[in-house]
């Protein structure tokens, strides 16, 4: 993927976007979303917000994972040992990426055969990196353009 960044993660907004995939190779996690949103693009002189066409996030060295699911007829978050359910994370709500901690946290919504359900991941990493194809910025997305790629 021809853009990318490492540093300034912080940056990185998943709002409202949804996971297309979740691969884990040993303790490499890769994750493709929809969309993102970056708040700045400083490394191509974009001071603007973007926002990028599918995005990949590669984390490695994973470590420390915790799962938790709102089951409604339960009223509690329960921990799973599996992390096939986030095949089905529909909705990101909110996220949380941080540089300094090297630590990702999702929230948002799932749907299974029972229902739609809250989810929150959270987990630590040796390394990160967000890639993608292409963007617009934030003035082009309000004038009705979509990043194509």
């Known amino acids: 993927m021809p853009y990318h960044i490492t540093q300034g993660l912080e940056r990185l907004s998943l709002h409202d976007s949804t996971l297309e995939s979740y691969v884990r190779r040993g303790a490499t996690v890769e994750l493709v979303f929809d969309w993102a949103k970056l708040a700045n693009l400083i490394e191509h002189d974009v001071s603007e917000p ?22 409604d ?6 921990t ?16 949380e990426l941080s540089e300094e901690s090297k630590t990702l946290k999702l929230m948002g919504t799932l749907t299974a055969a029972a229902g739609s359900q809250w989810v929150e991941w959270q987990l630590a990493f040796a390394t990160c990196k ?9 003035t082009q997305w309000r004038s009705g353009l979509l990043p194509l790629a």
């Open 50 to 71: 973007i926002v990028m066409g599918r995005t990949m996030i590669v984390l490695a060295s994973v470590q420390d994972e915790k799962l938790s699911i709102y089951q």
């Open 73 to 78: 007829d339960q009223k509690v978050m329960q």
């Open 80 to 95: 799973l040992a599996t992390f096939e359910a986030l095949n089905d994370l529909e909705l990101i709500v909110s996220n």
């Open 130 to 138: 967000v890639s993608w194809q292409a963007f617009i910025t934030n």
